[in-house]
Nanobody, 127 residues
């Protein structure tokens, strides 16, 4: 079965850190750009970060720039999202999505035609 599985979410205090993982099952991520998205209660899904299939291009939403870092380890077939200095407004379900090709670029546009989506992992930032 071809799927993406997110993990690493949880409850963390403001100012804390979490690292999310996006692992592929049934296919290799080598040829896929990966995007991270999030959806808070009552809000639309928004793009957070992305990384090209080469790993040479990354993008971040202004709201997370300087606090989040995206990376990939193709040997482990996994993409990571390191989140630092977390704020209550970062609370959301976080999803990863895979977009075939895009060797030099990536997209955080929710409307793009991604090939696979994960089921999401909950991140709650609260004291």
């Amino acid at each position: 079965q071809l799927q993406l599985v997110e993990s690493g979410g949880g409850l963390v205090q403001p100012g804390g850190s979490l690292t999310l993982s996006c692992a592929a099952s049934g296919f290799t991520l080598d040829y896929y750009a990966i995007g991270w998205f999030r959806q808070a209660p009552g809000k639309e899904r928004e793009g957070v970060s992305c990384i090209s299939s080469s790993g040479g291009r990354t993008k971040y939403a202004d709201s997370v720039k300087g606090r989040f870092t995206i990376s990939r380890d193709n040997a482990k077939n996994t993409v990571y999202l390191q989140m630092f200095s977390l704020r209550p407004e970062d609370t959301a379900i976080y999803y990863c999505a895979a977009d075939h090709g895009r060797y030099y670029d990536c997209s955080t546009d929710v409307g793009d035609d991604y090939d696979y989506w994960g089921q999401g992992t909950q991140v709650t930032v609260s004291s």
